[in-house]
């Protein structure tokens, strides 16, 4: 990754673009995209003259001066860095092995504006699980073979250098964007793939992934009364990623397809210009009012699953397929008092879907959309309501764990307390074909302005008439509580 990263940055450094910098790319449907926004600084190096005859510097003094180099050096680092070390103890309350989670970790993110049109941003996480520290990851060679993959963990989710000349930016390197803002289901952010091995544990921000990618922009302020401003972004990624899921032997494995000890062979797109995504998005902002139209051509983040055979000892072994699929779609945020009002609404064409019929594969088109509000109390008490649905295009009963029409409704409410450094929340998730759902309560508390101590609970309600291959069906055994530390600096 960091070979091709070097490459595409190249783009970037030789294009000599010396205007002040632009803002990185304001979500106005995504919300919190992950970029901070960009500060034009100026970058100041002491220069140092060699002559060809030593220096008459004495030695206390070159000392001194090498100690100031290193301390200018550690403040250049450290001014814009922030550092995040977190811990996480986590318990299945149904789990076979209760402790599912020990994980502590640490994220650096750091950008800084170098002036001349020049931005950097990285953000990079390491983490250590000490939960395989366990006997029983000793087991056998499946768990064995998770500890080996899930215990030590290492991600950037960005590394990228943006470069800004008058009304347009180009951005090249490891990138996250959000398309779309909707809770409870996958719209139009159809970008950005997510790391869903711990199922919906893990917070949708830390879940998306990084890929390198090639983003242009260009900005135009209409010089109105109503002060508009329009936006068209071109993405290339031809660092195809896809959603990762948990392996066998992790404590949230679920297996593909309904099939049970399945041999998997992994089949993930490569890295290709030629077959990368393209995406295309334009904005328009006018007040409180904001609209977004996107088209894409892109790989399907989740897989689909090709019959390969049956092993001598009678193991089912099948193949993974990641397919491709357009999406023409769009969004409407409207404020309204206290009030968002927001929309979603995508059209997919050529979706993969498996049939019951040996793992077959089929195509159909698919709606997705999504509709609700949020609304916040002057920072104090905050809630949001959210309505999606996927509805199937020529479907049938063959379809294999697809329904002809999903509908989920989604709903939370947070309050604050003790000057705004304690917070309590509810959030629940209802599929209204199945009647099953998710609830969540969790609470937090910012001991200072770097610790923060939250606790969370969640729990699946299922019912047995509903099909064994929904999503809340395989998670009815995952109810847990989880504890976690977090201190910035």
Known sequence: MVSRVRYLLAVVVTANLVSPVVATESEVLGGDSGHSDVVDEEFYDDEFMFDEEPSSMSESE???????SALNMWYLFRDPAQITLKHQLAYGLKHERPLVANRASIRLQWEKGFGGGLFFRADAKSSFDGVYEQSKYQDNETVKQAKQEYQQQNEVREFFLQGSRADYSISVG????????????????????????????????????????????????????????QQWSFILNPD??????????????????GI???IIEQDDPEFSIEHGELGLRWTYTEGKFDIAIMAADVVEDDPVFEWIGITPSFQPVISTFYGRYQMLGGGVNIGVGNFVIKSELAYKNNRHLNTGDMLDITQ???????????????GVFDASVELSHQHVMNWNDSFAGVERNSSTLYGAVGRYYNN?????????????????????????WDVDDQLAVSIQWDHFSTRSSAPTTSFLTQLEALDRILLQLTYDF
């Open 62 to 68: 070159s000392r001194g001066a090498t100690n100031n």
């Open 174 to 229: 490891q990138q996250v964007i959000v398309w779309g803002k909707a809770d409870g289901a996958v719209v139009t952010d159809i970008i950005s793939p997510r790391n869903v091995t711990e199922s919906v544990f893990t917070t949708v921000e830390d879940s998306r992934l990084g890929q390198t990618m090639i983003i242009a922009h260009y900005y135009e302020e209409l010089f109105n009364a109503s002060k508009s401003q």
């Open 240 to 257: 195809v990623r896809v959603n990762q899921y948990a392996m066998p032997g992790h404590p949230y494995y679920v297996s593909p397809a």
């Open 260 to 262: 049970e000890n399945a």
């Open 364 to 378: 159909r088109s698919i709606w997705d959309a999504a509709a609700g509000f949020d609304y916040d109390a002057s």
């Open 420 to 444: 705004d450094t304690v917070r309590l929340q509810y959030t629940a998730s209802l599929q209204l074909q199945n009647m099953q759902s998710l609830h969540r309560l969790e609470t937090s």
